[in-house]
């Protein structure tokens, strides 16, 4: 398991590759770059494995939106607009197991 430090520094080099590339018209990162990084950017808030009562203490303390989207599989009803900084949150068995933004 990589520490949290470590976590940064990793997604800190995707971000700085992602602008390199787009700033020397060389496009952006490939799609499967981007789903990796966006996997490290879940992982790094902290919240998979924590139950929703210890996520959403978390999420209220650092001023986060957030909200369920899925629980045991089943998708939630939610609305279709985009809001980067909100965090939509999957369930499974009483824990967070994915995290997204929208």
Not at 20 to 48: A, D, I, P, R
Not at 51 to 73: C, F, G, H, P, Q
């Amino acid at each position: 398991m990589i520490s949290k430090e470590q976590l940064e520094i990793i997604l800190e080099v995707f971000e700085q590759y992602n602008e390199e590339l787009s700033n020397n018209s060389h496009g952006t990162l490939f799609s499967e770059q981007w789903e990796v990084y966006e996997y490290l950017k879940m992982l790094n808030t902290g919240l998979l494995g924590l139950d929703l009562e210890s996520a959403a203490k978390k999420l209220e303390t650092e001023n986060k939106i957030y909200r369920i989207s899925r629980v045991d599989n089943t998708p939630m009803m939610i609305t279709c607009d985009f809001v980067p900084e909100r965090l939509n949150l999957e369930i499974e068995d009483g824990k967070i197991i994915n995290v997204t933004n929208g």
